[in-house]
């Protein structure tokens, strides 16, 4: 499996502003100052939105978070077939660039490329050759599209809790709508666990006896899920479209298995207080 690989462009742009004044020296109103742009920097969390042109869906998304001292964390959470799941929770690398050169070490492999930042809120990242912790070359031509993820501050924070499923629309997925999900904070083993509870006969709620192994994780605006129910692995992901103390809303475009065409599903849930 490919891993993917970003890095770092930094520019600040300043405008001069310039005040005339009348050939015969009346006083005049200075002019408005242009507006000075923002400046670009990679810094920040980013979602990844095309691969070589073409769309992601939700299911195959990345997200990277760059932070200062060539620091930057990435998650992924992706099934292929006849390998199996790969999950990446924060993982750590850590990249250095000069001019619109990048270079990123992850794992003891290096990464090579080229990146574009058009605005403060698109990256593009150009791989172009991998060299492994044994010394083989890999020359490689892949393109990565981010826009940043700049609404999602302490979603993983949020997010801990109780929540009800109200509204779901389109495609129904592992029939959500109408339970309740615990979301609990990382246990001893470095992981998160979520609980997902459903009414027995007696209308009370309670965990799910078929569904176990139940692990989540947050990284911006990104939720991916994974479990095991009656012996076999499922696994869902979702962009957070909002999420503060009482509302959380999903949304996800998927493929579908058997057409292959590409379906949007939205999911509404409330927290949970009493």
Known sequence: MKTINYSILCALLCTSVLVGCKQNDEPTEPSKPEPTPEPTTILGTWSLQTHNGQSVYTNDRTIITYAEGGNKWFSLAKYIPDFGMTWRNKAYATYKCENDSMEEVFDGTTYFGNIAMPNNDLLSVHMTKSISKKGTESVVDD??????????????????????????????????????????????????????????????????????????????????????????????????????????????VREDATTHQSFTTTFKLRRVTE
Do not use: C
């Open 143 to 252: 393109t990565y599209d981010y826009k940043r993820v700049s609404n999602a501050l302490h979603y993983e924070d949020i997010i801990i809790g109780v929540w009800e499923g109200v509204e779901m629309t389109g495609p129904e997925t592992y029939g959500d709508a109408n339970h309740r999900f615990e979301y609990k904070t990382m246990d001893a083993s470095g992981y998160l666990h979520f609980v997902y509870m459903s009414k027995n006969d007696q209308g009370e709620w309670v965990p799910d006896p078929t569904n176990t192994n139940n692990i989540y994780n947050v990284h911006g605006d990104w939720l991916a899920t994974t479990w095991i129910q009656n012996g076999e692995n499922h696994y869902e992901w979702w962009d957070i479209t909002e999420l503060n103390d009482t509302i959380m809303k999903w949304g996800a």
